[in-house]
């Protein structure tokens, strides 16, 4: 589709871009670090591990997905140790046995271990002694420590936990006192990240921090169905510095956490549930115990008794926070030192009111780190990408995005990462179709510390004449086949209240390829945000989407291609003037084709209620053969999506062609009805992912 055959009206009602953060989320991109973790020696199997794929790819595997840069605390240089990134500099294991965890764990030498399989503790409570410089991660889902844990005693340090399921040392009674069987426990460790976990079901406690350990950030976990949830303390000195932040801390009883002479807790961003209606029932929520110094901002708390408690002689700065159904104390103030953790390191806010649906989708192990594709005899090595580095200060090998997509070999048949240092980019990016098999990745924490942005719309002058129209609006234009995209945030920041005398259409990304694969994305405009085209109308054009965001307003999910959004969350905003009205997509599909599936996600944003429609229908062109196609299944709607979700576009009605939903809930949900088609179960098993993406399984590159 070209950008002067575009024939979708322009909205009657425009609006302005916000200057308000962007909502970051689900760290999840593999860094320019993480490329490299795995570079120096493959092919290392523990016994009995015999995979289908090389260790190189299944270490490539396991670590795509998830940022190998640690944040908050577990990043401050000290005792010697700078910043902590696990087994970087060892050679790369995949374990499938008790024994060869427990050995590679142990050693000496650094490792990336791999963990492939279920692994049972024999004996249960077993709890394995960590050394030091060791990355212990699961391969997607796959990883499962059952009846015990690990164990990091004094001076243990550089240590990355990830990506695991550690559960079921429980021994029959729920807030079991009589055996100390923790998923992970430390005492006396420092520089230590626990990311990406799911913790569940121990015999004591899930984690313990104790006896002066320090430098440590526990982050995105879901820590559940527990008597004690992560505990902190037991030493009467007050040293330690600890981050604590997008963990989902449900139906745990206490310690959630207690965090006893801590001289520096930072906890933010976390979601603290006690359900309605079941056993377990929350006693406190975060507590600040002895002489701690807690920090603590925008988190949830659903449901708790006592959510925010310190004692006496302890301090808590509490802002931002959501309390929804609490009750007892919620307790902030004291007369510890005022403290401010970007003194210490960056971080960034999600807001309150956001982090459930965040977490809900985020947190835990991750199962597109399982999916490698490449087989290869045992024993041989995958070829490695090329890296290239972009860094805005001229710390890298080029200054702008663009120069290095320039670098890239034309008809390239092997992998380029281009790593952006962190930083604002304001430049066009265009991949042309000669180039394939490129990523674009932030090597920041977040997505949000990485930003590609322009301020083009469709009706911007072009400097030789014309205008750039929808299209060519774009920040970012994907025409490559296989192109990734991670970690980072694309934008389009046209200014409409400044420039109501042109049409207002401006794309932040447009994709006309196939096989396009983006994880952990904020892309953000307001009208026609994402264009997800294809090269022509015959031509098939796949694109998936993952733990991202996609802001906007008006038609900001459009275009002819395959597209999914999965696990992601879909946030509306408000036109410039500060109305509520707005479509979320507006699908132009072939007939015989796949248009836009949304699914596992979460629809919502700070407007009206039942202002935004679901879609419409664009006929591009006034093409009546075409046969826009949009499902939303099993997605969290807000109040802000309209009874009747669909609506008709430029004398097409919408009942004409094929939009629909399957088990959503929330506000925004309803029954089935002539103006509200829903899936039955039988439609709904041919409208499932898989069925989208077809032969093609997304995997990290």
Do not use: C
């Amino acid at each position: 589709m070209s950008e002067t055959t575009r024939s979708k009206p322009r909205s009657p009602r425009r609006h302005r871009r916000r200057r308000t953060a962007l909502f970051a989320g689900v760290p999840l991109a593999l860094t320019a670090s993480g490329a490299m973790a795995y570079g120096g020696v493959f092919g290392v199997f523990g016994q009995d591990a015999q995979p289908t794929a090389s260790a190189a790819t299944a270490a490539a595997s396991a670590l795509a997905g998830v940022t190998d840069v640690a944040n908050g605390f577990a990043s401050v240089n000290a005792l010697g140790q700078n910043g902590t990134y696990g087994g970087r500099d060892g050679q790369t294991v995949t374990v499938k046995t008790l024994a060869d965890l427990e050995k590679y764990a142990t050693a000496a030498e650094p490792y990336i271990i791999v963990v492939a399989a279920t692994i049972n503790m024999n004996p249960v409570g077993k709890e394995i002694k960590v050394a030091s410089d060791k990355t212990i991660i699961g391969a997607g889902t796959s990883g499962h420590i059952v009846g015990g844990g690990f164990f990091l005693g004094t001076g243990v340090h550089n240590v990355i936990i990830r990506n695991l399921t550690i559960r079921d040392a429980y021994q029959g009674v729920w807030n079991d006192k009589e055996n100390d069987f923790d998923a992970i426990q430390m005492d006396g460790a420092h520089h230590v990240w626990i990311d990406h976990n799911d913790l569940r079901h121990m015999a004591d406690g899930l984690i313990d921090s104790r006896k002066d350990t320090t430098y440590l950030t526990v982050s995105w976990n879901k820590l559940s169905q527990e008597n004690k949830a992560f505990g902190i303390g037991w030493t009467e000195n007050t040293t330690a510095d600890i981050t604590i932040h997008h963990n989902w801390i449900r139906e745990t009883e206490q310690r959630n956490p207690s965090t006893d002479n801590v001289a520096h807790a930072h906890l933010y961003n976390n979601y603290l549930e006690d359900e309605a209606g079941t056993t377990i029932k929350s006693s406190y929520g975060n507590y600040s115990r002895g002489k701690t110094n807690m920090v603590l901002e925008n988190s949830y708390f659903q449901g708790l008794t006592n959510p925010v408690v310190r004692d006496a002689t302890a301090t808590v700065v509490q802002r931002g926070s959501v309390f929804s159904g609490t009750s007892g104390k919620n307790e902030s103030g004291g007369t510890g030192a005022a403290w401010n953790p970007k003194t210490y390191y960056t971080y960034t806010l999600d807001k309150a009111a956001d982090v459930p649906a965040l977490l809900k989708s985020g947190v835990g192990p991750r199962s597109s780190v399982a999916k490698a594709t490449t087989a290869t005899t045992p024993g041989t090595t995958a070829a490695a990408a090329t890296t290239l580095t972009v860094a805005a200060d001229g710390s890298g090998q080029y200054r702008t995005v663009q120069a290095a997509v320039n670098a890239v070999p034309a008809n390239n048949a092997s992998r380029v990462v281009i790593s952006v240092k962190p930083g604002t980019y304001r430049e066009l990016v265009k991949v042309p179709s000669n180039k394939p098999h490129v990523t674009i990745q932030g090597s920041g924490g977040s997505r949000k510390d990485t930003t590609i942005v322009y301020n083009n719309a469709s009706g911007t002058p072009k400097p030789g004449g014309g205008t750039y129209g929808t299209g060519g609006s774009a920040t970012v234009a994907v025409e490559a086949d296989n192109f990734q995209a991670r970690n980072l945030t694309i934008s389009n920041d046209f200014d409409e209240a400044a420039h109501q005398d042109i049409a207002n259409q401006a794309v932040a990304l447009r994709t006309s390829a196939d096989k396009v694969f983006l994880d952990s994305v904020i892309i953000s405009g307001d009208q026609d945000t994402l264009l997800v085209d294809t090269a022509s109308k015959d031509k098939l054009g796949r694109v998936y989407i993952t733990n991202s965001y996609v802001v906007g307003n008006t038609d900001f999910i459009f275009g002819r291609a395959t597209a999914v959004i999965d696990k992601s969350v879909i946030t509306l905003k408000k036109r410039w003037n500060g109305t509520s009205a707005g479509y979320v997509t507006a699908p132009s599909t072939a007939a015989n084709r796949k248009g836009i599936l949304i699914a596992n996600s979460t629809i919502n944003g700070d407007v009206s209620d039942r202002s935004f429609y679901l879609g419409r229908p664009w006929h591009a062109g006034g093409d009546a053969s075409l046969d826009p196609q949009t499902t939303i299944r099993n997605t969290t709607l807000s109040a802000a999506i309209r009874t009747t979700p669909w609506t008709d576009m430029s004398g097409f009605s919408w009942k004409d062609d094929r939009f629909a939903e399957y088990q959503n809930k929330g506000a925004g949900a309803g029954a089935a009805s002539t103006d509200r088609p829903i899936l039955t179960d039988a439609q709904a098993a041919g409208q499932e992912v898989a069925d989208w993406l077809g032969d093609w399984t997304p995997t990290a590159g």
